[in-house]
């Protein structure tokens, strides 16, 4: 069975600093690969996804994502921090197939100081 | 846009009631999805359907159970409700590039 790791619980980052959640996932063939959002008292919105061909992705927000194979993994980047990118982060894979589902990580919540 | 709504935002019921969560989806989209969310766990699936009438166990079925009658309509029952069900539940569905759409979530607690 499929499943996504997230390491870090918590994360504080200064405003304008760089950011790299982490998201390590255990499954046998392609995954395909999403980063969910969730602002406080909202939706969960879909930041990017990857399903194949070029391994650095570009998502809604300045974020970005690459898919490293051999590392089976699949970090959240952005280069510069903003106040309102506070908040909840989920990484999640999926399996295909008749009966397709998404497996989520537990979540990284993230805190941006002025 | 696609839009998932769901029938309350904040739900308060006591032990043993029977409780149901409905869903409903404009976008005619085969695959629903019920999940529950509780801090430090993530989102855990507990049913979901790829098809009218068709449903599939996900990894906390315990407790629970679902109906799908119609395509756009996914509920989610809850027999006899416990404390340990008290949680945020959200429901989505998925387009044919696999993106969910989440509703808005129902935070019940059960006293």
């Known amino acids: 069975a499929q499943s996504v790791t997230q390491p870090d619980i918590h994360i504080t980052v200064s405003e304008g600093a760089s950011l790299e959640l982490r998201c390590n996932y255990s499954?046998?063939?392609?995954?395909?690969l999403f980063w969910y959002v969730q602002s406080p008292g909202q939706g969960l919105q879909l930041l990017l996804k990857y399903f194949s061909g070029d391994t650095l992705v570009q998502g809604i927000k300045g974020f970005e994502a690459e898919f490293k194979r051999s590392q089976s993994s699949f970090n959240l980047r952005k280069p510069s921090v903003h106040w309102s990118d506070a908040a909840e982060y989920f990484c999640?894979?999926?399996?295909?197939?008749?009966?397709?589902?998404?497996?989520f990580g537990t979540g990284t919540r993230l805190q941006v100081t002025l | 846009d696609v839009k998932v709504t769901q029938s309350s935002r904040y739900l308060v019921k006591r032990t043993g009631e029977k409780v149901f969560l409905e869903c409903v989806q404009d976008?005619?989209?085969?695959?629903m999805f019920w999940y529950r969310q509780d801090p430090g766990l993530g989102l855990r699936l507990i049913y979901f359907s790829y098809d009218v009438k068709m449903k599939e166990k996900g990894d906390i079925p315990e407790g629970y159970s679902v109906s799908r009658e119609k395509k756009e309509r996914f509920s989610l029952i809850l027999e006899s409700a416990s404390t340990n069900q008290t949680s945020m539940y959200l429901c989505a569905s998925w387009d044919l590039s696999y993106e969910q759409y989440f509703g808005p979530g129902t935070r019940l607690t059960v006293t």
């Open positions: 499954y046998g063939a392609t995954p395909y």
């Open positions: 999640a894979v999926i399996n295909t197939g008749t009966a397709s589902k998404l497996t």
């Open positions: 976008m005619d989209h085969e695959n």
